[in-house]
């Protein structure tokens, strides 16, 4: 990621923009749309014609449909893409990124939780990758080289049409280095049990690399603290008992302590923050919603930005579920997380594929 001294620099790169205005990024070939050239152009638009907010955005994507948002041909690097959709679809919508001739996307992710929003999509973020504003503006800062190709598609797993989805991809063509590698992220989900409290973040990936952040959601399905347990690396072949590094519980991990609580004494309720690489930015304890009593759900992120762990063949990562039995014991827990794991590799791999839309929401 180029800091401020970058912008001092003359580059031999040209800059690009995708959105519904200029699908294909082309030199000259934004805001060429008519009012009525098809089911995308706006009739706001019809007084002011060509020129004048025609086809802002992307309309009517039907159950089981496929939107190709962009197309690159490489060599480039994708700098930000800034979206955003109604909520209460963010779960339904498949978010894939595709690099060079690989066999399936490197990133393959609910659209919510690729920006730490897999609760209800209405959390606020301020972190240097990740950005979401009011309401709803969802912006990644992830760096996106590529050599060959990039290719974002969005498909609705959801069942009702999806009326209006806006977007812009702001890339630079220009040479990759022999070192530059390819971004991805993947998406788990467990209910993990009293006789394994253990969630996988990320199962066992091969190459050389580096893992860039972590985003749970945490459902509680047990009372009271849940937090306890240990996030876990185990790198370049390291058995599954003895990972090279162990952090010591999940508030922690999250740059958090003594369960997010201010005052123990007086007020036990969690309090949420968001900052330039860590967050807990939603607890969400709602018990007035017409459906009944919420369970406790828990966002949280981690970016590994100024502290990438490295890795040269392997790695995987996990995470506990432990809480506290009242004799002061830990408690195994059965809870119901889920995760995306934000990772660089030295070539494009295939990520997870996506559970069918119905395996992604809690309850």
């Known amino acids: 990621m180029h800091g401020m001294n970058d912008l001092t620099r003359l580059r031999k790169a040209r800059t690009r923009s995708i959105s519904a205005e200029n699908p294909t990024g082309g030199k000259g070939l934004g805001a060429q749309a008519s009012p ?3 089911g995308s152009c706006t009739e706001a638009a019809s007084d002011l014609g060509r020129g004048w907010k025609v086809r802002p955005c992307v309309r009517n994507i039907e159950p089981g449909q496929t939107v190709v948002l962009a197309d690159i041909e490489g060599p480039g690097v994708v700098q930000h893409i800034w979206c955003t959709v109604l909520t209460d679809v963010h779960r ?13 996307p490197s990133v393959s992710v609910p659209l919510g939780d690729f920006f730490a929003n897999g609760i209800d999509g209405c959390a606020l973020i301020d972190s240097q990758p990740i950005a979401v504003n009011p309401k709803g503006g969802m912006n990644s800062y992830w760096p996106m080289p590529f050599r060959g190709r990039f290719r974002l598609s969005i498909r609705n797993d959801g069942p009702k049409t999806i009326s209006e989805f806006f977007y812009q991809v702001t890339y630079s063509l220009e040479e990759v280095g022999e070192d530059a590698a390819y971004f991805h992220a993947s998406w788990a989900r467990s209910l993990t049990s009293r006789a394994q409290p253990e969630h996988v973040i990320l199962d066992r990936v091969r190459g050389r690399g580096h893992y860039a952040g972590t985003y749970l959601v945490w459902n509680q399905l047990s009372n009271n603290w849940w937090g306890e347990g240990e996030v876990k690396f185990f790198l370049d072949g390291d058995p599954d008992d003895a990972p090279t590094i162990c952090g010591t519980g999940t508030e922690d991990y999250f740059g958090g302590a003594w369960g997010f609580v201010m005052e123990h004494d007086r007020d036990m309720r969690p309090t949420p923050y968001s900052t330039a690489y860590l967050g ?20 949280l992120y981690r970016w590994h930005v100024p502290d990438p762990v490295r890795f040269a063949e392997d790695l995987r990562v996990t995470v506990q579920a432990l809480g506290w039995w009242p004799n002061g014991k830990f408690q195994p827990l059965t809870d119901d997380i889920a995760s995306t794991a934000f990772y660089y590799l030295d070539h494009p791999e295939p990520a997870a594929a996506l559970p069918p839309v119905k395996e992604r929401f809690a309850r």
């Not at 339904?92 to 066999?103: F, N, P």
């Open 36 to 38: 009525g050239d098809d």
């Open 280 to 299: 807990y930015p939603q607890a969400v304890y709602d018990s007035t919603l017409k459906s009944g009593p919420r369970i406790p759900s828990h966002g």
């Open 92 to 104: 339904w919508i498949s978010w894939e990124i595709t690099y060079d001739e690989s066999e399936g």
